[in-house]
């Protein structure tokens, strides 16, 4: 990408030395001095399936691109930022973070996992339906799982005033608050370390628990979030 790169980050496990071999993935963030529009990434895909087929000691690697002013723009909560800032390190070019907010485990932190919940189960269930391509099952499997066990931290990281990225401590907080729901919870977190090929089981249970999962994010959101503000002020 030549000069259009202004920086580089990892992030993740990886980056804080508590990676697991073969199932931790590697996650990348290329910041751009200009938009992304601005030069071609039809390389991106190809080049993720050839690390992903030719290193198996990482679970997948995902490259993302963005534009500096999308990353050092504050006012309002961003998930990228706030990733940028906490849990990553910058591998190449200038490093940005000290240009960051300090960010909280507040209820801006918790509407990103929580405002698009409803939207997230719903494409997984459309992903999932008649779908016979097993690789592609367990990807939205993993990932719609890992959407729902961070969901379920963020119910309580008013409570509790603490966030992780990591699983199992997320579940563990979770249940902490949500005892009756610990097995339902637990389903949750071995479908995404463990994903099943069995499309009809997972739209199963997003049917059952992702509903209760969505009833509860509404129920913050009337709360915290009345006005159903995608991104909150900082």
């Known amino acids: 990408m030549g000069d259009h790169i202004h920086s580089i980050y990892i992030r993740g496990s990886i980056p804080?030395?508590?990676?697991?071999?073969g199932v931790s993935d590697l996650d990348t963030i290329a910041v751009t001095n200009t938009g992304p529009n601005e030069f071609d990434l039809k390389w991106v895909d190809q080049t993720e399936q050839e690390l992903n087929e030719g290193f198996n000691c990482i679970n997948g690697v995902e490259l993302c691109v963005y534009c500096i002013k999308d990353i050092v723009r504050t006012p309002i909560f961003s998930i990228i930022p706030f990733m940028v800032k906490t849990h990553s390190i910058c591998i190449?070019?200038?490093?940005?973070?000290?240009l960051l907010p300090r960010y909280k485990p507040d209820e801006k932190l918790a509407n990103e996992h929580l405002i698009h919940l409803k939207s997230q189960i719903e494409i997984a269930?459309?992903?999932?339906?008649?779908?016979?391509?097993?690789?592609?099952?367990?990807d939205c499997c993993s990932w719609i799982m890992k959407m729902i066990v961070r969901a379920g931290l963020a119910l309580v990281i008013v409570d509790e005033k603490l966030y992780t990225r990591d699983l199992y401590p997320a579940y563990e907080l979770f249940t902490k608050h949500y005892p009756e729901k610990q097995n339902e919870m637990r389903q949750a977190l071995l479908f995404a370390i463990a994903p099943v090929t069995h499309s009809q089981n997972i739209v199963d249970f997003l049917n059952d628990f992702g509903k209760w999962m969505i009833n509860e994010a509404e129920k913050w959101i009337q709360i915290h979030n009345p006005d159903r503000v995608l991104q909150m002020q900082l």
């Open 125 to 138: 269930k459309s992903d999932l339906m008649d779908n016979d391509d097993n690789e592609d099952i367990i």
């Open 16 to 21: 804080r030395g508590l990676g697991i071999e």
């Open 92 to 98: 190449y070019g200038e490093d940005v973070r000290s």
